[in-house]
């Protein structure tokens, strides 16, 4: 079972993604999932990524079918624009350049397919002077200047993993605009090239921070803010058996609630926002949750809107009863991950399972009698995950 079905929001929706690493194949899955029929065009012969899981595990192939072609030659290069006549969006996510030395680039696929949309992932976009240079998540949150926020007050910046770059800065907003190019042919009849780059989108998550900037509510510097660990009331504890809890109680109503439940005297209630107290509010919530485990907190707290939370790890997550009951892990076949999300009322999207090897191109109107041919050939590789 490799295709997560066709019965999502996204069902008849064909897509060709290029093998990468990354922001291209979250979104194809994704897609998948919602209901896009995805196969995934492997480099013939060529290795896997340094994560190189095993296929029930797989997420970069789940819910796809995939192909391995010989891009390099002029037979391949051929049959993938005849692949691409038959799509609504191709997916590709190399460096600027790549897929036009191929000889599928954007001007040439749009001559053969004038209603595609051409979704192109790249770190620092298709033009500009760092265009063509290598980096990985990290280094375009440190050229949006998102990495400078984040990690403690007089300590470094820390990779928040790569879920800022690659995943909400990357694949969030290249699914945005191909979904958007979409809608819009759909009044022009015509395709387009979206051109998603990881500086932009990391840059655009945080736009409200330029924002709080200009009106003087934010000043530059870890951990001086409220949403960046400087605030006592806006951060994370260790509690007496080392875990530790979140603590976001922002508004005066729940820092009240979460006062009177920790407790804490009256003065910090009433002087919350008082910058001046903080290090001594700081202290003395730190004091108080080094009292008591994790758990013990997490009970206290559990009905109450005073927004402190245990800190769980992946794995407890999963346990978790309130996720439990949410459903927002599903296990199948020993493999425990998130469901697919977004929820649709009518167009439930479907987890996907392991890729499918064998891809019939009858639909692109390649016989099996050519496929064997371009088999003998080299040009396609063996069906192999």
């Not at 599928?104 to 053969?112: D, F, H, N, S, T």
Request: hydrophobic letters at 40%.
């Amino acid at each position: 079972m490799g295709s997560a079905g066709g019965s999502g929001p996204l069902s008849g929706l064909t897509v060709i993604e290029m093998a990468g690493l990354g922001p291209v194949p979250l979104a194809g899955l994704m897609l998948a999932e919602m209901g896009a029929d995805v196969l995934r065009v492997e480099r013939k012969n060529a290795g896997r990524a340094f994560l190189d899981a095993p296929r029930e595990y797989d997420l970069e192939r789940h819910g796809r079918k995939f192909l391995k072609l010989d891009l390099k030659s002029p037979e391949g290069c051929a049959l993938l624009l005849r692949l691409v006549v038959g799509v609504d969006v191709l997916l590709e996510g190399f460096r600027p350049g790549v897929m036009e030395r191929l000889g599928a680039g954007p001007e040439v696929a749009l001559k053969r397919n004038p209603r595609l949309v051409y979704g192109r992932m790249t770190g620092f976009g298709q033009d500009g002077p760092l265009s063509a240079r290598a980096g990985h998540d990290l280094t375009y949150l440190a050229w949006s200047g998102v990495l400078s926020m984040i990690g403690p007050k007089g300590g470094k910046p820390l990779p928040p993993l790569n879920l800022v770059g690659d995943y909400g800065g990357g694949t969030m907003f290249l699914l945005t605009g191909v979904l958007a190019a979409l809608f819009e042919r759909e009044r022009s009849g015509k395709g387009q090239v979206v051109d998603a780059a990881m500086v932009d989108g990391a840059s655009m998550l945080s736009a409200p921070f330029f924002g709080f900037m200009a009106a003087g509510f934010w000043h530059e510097g870890r951990g001086q803010n409220l949403l960046d660990g400087g605030a006592p009331f806006y951060d994370t504890y260790e509690t007496a058996d080392g875990g530790h809890v979140a603590v976001a109680c922002l508004e005066p109503q729940f820092f009240a609630e979460f006062a009177r439940l920790l407790p804490l005297e009256g003065r910090f209630v009433e002087g919350q926002y008082d910058r001046a107290l903080w290090p001594e509010m700081r202290a003395a919530i730190a004091a108080r949750f080094r009292e008591k485990s994790r758990d013990a907190w997490a009970a206290l707290f559990e009905a109450t809107d005073a927004c402190v939370a245990p800190v769980l790890s992946l794995r407890e997550a999963t346990e978790h009863p309130y996720n439990r009951a949410r459903a927002v892990h599903q296990t199948r076949d020993g493999f425990t991950r998130p469901a697919p999300t977004p929820r649709f009322a009518r167009t439930h999207s479907q987890r996907a399972g392991p890729a499918e090897p064998a891809v019939s191109l009858s639909r692109f109107g390649i016989s099996d009698e050519e496929r064997k041919t371009l088999e003998a050939a080299g040009v396609i590789g063996e069906g192999s995950v």
